[in-house]
């Protein structure tokens, strides 16, 4: 089955600078990378997603780059702000058996005033 | 405004107890999801169903039952038998079982064994 590994677990960065997450996937066959933002005792929300025949997508200060031959996506933060603090999570969809989201362990982000 | 609503939000069990925790969706999906949440370890997935009157297993489902009677509605029953319940549950839908897009997380459900 799909399995999706998504580093780094914590990342701590300063106020204004950008913040980098990074996933890989395992099945070649998947063909949808969503990331979702958590607040604190909160669900998770969708803030960008990209389709595997695209290679890159961008909304304002957040992007997503996505490397079908490497079989790996990332996120990316441009100029952070306090309220970009939260946990994301990078999934990948499996569309072929269950045809379901499997979920990045997610990364803890901190951004330093 | 259409959404997915969990309760309670908050929810403490003894040992050997059954609990329910609730997930209501006005979103008209298809497609409805349960997931638990332990530290460091991402989202799992309990059980999901596609339709009304059918579920499947995902891969924790040991300890849990749910049950689709109504298209709106998915309880999910954190039975005795599951070993260590405490977590964080997150209830989600989408607009079918075949499509990733739309996909809608409640805002959960911390249960704590005391």
């Known amino acids: 089955g799909e399995n999706v590994e998504q580093h780094p677990s914590t990342l701590s960065v300063q106020e204004g600078d950008s913040a980098v997450i990074k996933c890989t996937y395992s099945d070649s066959a998947s063909n949808y990378f969503p990331w979702y933002k958590q607040e604190l005792g909160k669900g998770p929300q969708l803030i960008i997603d990209i389709r595997s025949n695209v290679g890159e997508k961008k909304d304002q200060r957040i992007a997503v780059t996505l490397n079908k031959t490497a079989k790996h996506f990332s996120l990316h933060i441009t100029e952070t702000q306090p309220e970009d603090s939260a946990v994301y999570f990078c999934?990948?969809?499996?569309?072929?058996?269950?045809?379901?989201?499997?979920f990045g362990q997610g990364t803890r982000l901190t951004i330093n005033p | 405004d259409g959404g997915i609503t969990q309760s309670p939000k908050y929810l403490f069990r003894k040992e050997g107890q059954n609990v329910t925790l609730s997930c209501e969706q006005n979103?008209?999906?298809?497609?409805m999801y349960w997931y638990r949440q332990d530290p460091g370890q991402g989202l799992r997935l309990i059980y999901y169903s596609q339709i009304v009157n059918d579920f499947q297993k995902g891969d924790i489902a040991e300890g849990y039952s749910v049950s689709r009677e109504k298209k709106e509605s998915f309880p999910l029953t954190v039975t005795s038998a599951q070993k260590n319940p405490t977590a964080f549950y997150l209830c989600?839908?989408?607009?079918?079982?075949?499509?990733?897009?739309?996909?809608?997380f409640g805002s959960g459900t911390r249960l704590t064994v005391v």
């Open positions: 979103l008209n999906h298809d497609a």
């Open positions: 999934a990948a969809f499996l569309i072929q058996g269950a045809q379901k989201l499997v």
């Open positions: 989600a839908s989408t607009r079918d079982g075949q499509s990733p897009y739309g996909y809608t």
